[in-house]
């Protein structure tokens, strides 16, 4: 059984650009949630997806949108990046019985 | 709204001691709570997660218990060593989760 897995683990970009962050769920998870993570502080909600569908959205503006596919992998898009973007991007798939796993985060700079 | 608080912040203790770290929520209409430890730039790995019909879990030296009345929860570890040296996180589940800002453990050898 495979873990979470986020892709790329670090990334550096120019405010006002757009990126694109990836996540693949742990085997017969089918409920994929996004956090924003600053230092120090605990992880932020942004949204969840079940089934293709989001299902639920923190107090994220319009351009944090995301995707998942058919295989519940899924995609975290931010535009127009704004330096306070810059944090630990982590994603987490559930299974029915409820909980989350975790995987290793994507460490977001925006310069 | 959830709000979720840990306390303490931070803990430094010696090797060897037992020790408690506390969680608490305003919501008590939760599906479950789940602790994490975090280590510098990581992720989050999963300690314990407790079902709202649940009391207490337990794995090894770690044990967390839930009171949903009071909208506590505590992380008991028991004989602790450097390598537990790491961030704590409590999160609580309904319908997304709400994370504490977590305690930073340190544990001295």
């Known amino acids: 059984e495979t873990g979470v897995t986020q892709s790329p683990t670090h990334l550096i970009k120019t405010r006002g650009q757009q990126v694109t962050l990836r996540c693949s769920s742990q085997?017969?998870?089918?409920?994929v949630s996004w956090y924003q993570q600053a230092l120090g502080q605990g992880p932020q909600f942004i949204f969840q997806?079940?089934?293709?569908?989001?299902?639920g959205r923190g107090n994220f503006p319009p351009r944090f949108s995301g995707l998942q596919f058919p295989n519940y992998s899924s995609e975290l898009n931010v535009n127009a990046l704004e330096l306070d973007d810059s944090a630990l991007y982590l994603c987490?798939?559930?299974?029915?019985?409820?909980?989350?796993?975790f995987g290793q985060g994507t460490r977001l700079t925006v310069v | 709204k959830q709000e979720v608080t840990q306390i303490p912040a931070a803990l430094s203790v010696p090797e060897g001691e037992n020790l408690v770290l506390n969680c608490s929520f305003t919501?008590?209409?939760?599906?479950?709570l789940q602790w994490f430890r975090q280590d510098p730039g990581k992720g989050l790995t999963s300690l314990l997660l407790i079902q709202s019909s649940q009391r207490e879990q337990t794995s090894g030296r770690l044990n967390a218990s839930l009171d949903k009345s009071s909208g506590r929860s505590t992380l008991y570890i028991a004989a602790s060593q450097p390598g537990d040296s790491a961030t704590y996180l409590c999160?609580?589940?309904?319908?997304?989760?709400?994370f504490g800002a977590g305690t930073r453990l340190t544990v001295k050898p």
């Open positions: 085997s017969g998870h089918n409920t």
């Open positions: 987490a798939s559930s299974p029915r019985a409820g909980g989350a796993f």
């Open positions: 999160a609580v589940d309904n319908n997304d989760m709400r």
């Open positions: 997806y079940y089934r293709e569908e989001e299902n």
């Open positions: 919501d008590s209409a939760i599906y479950n």
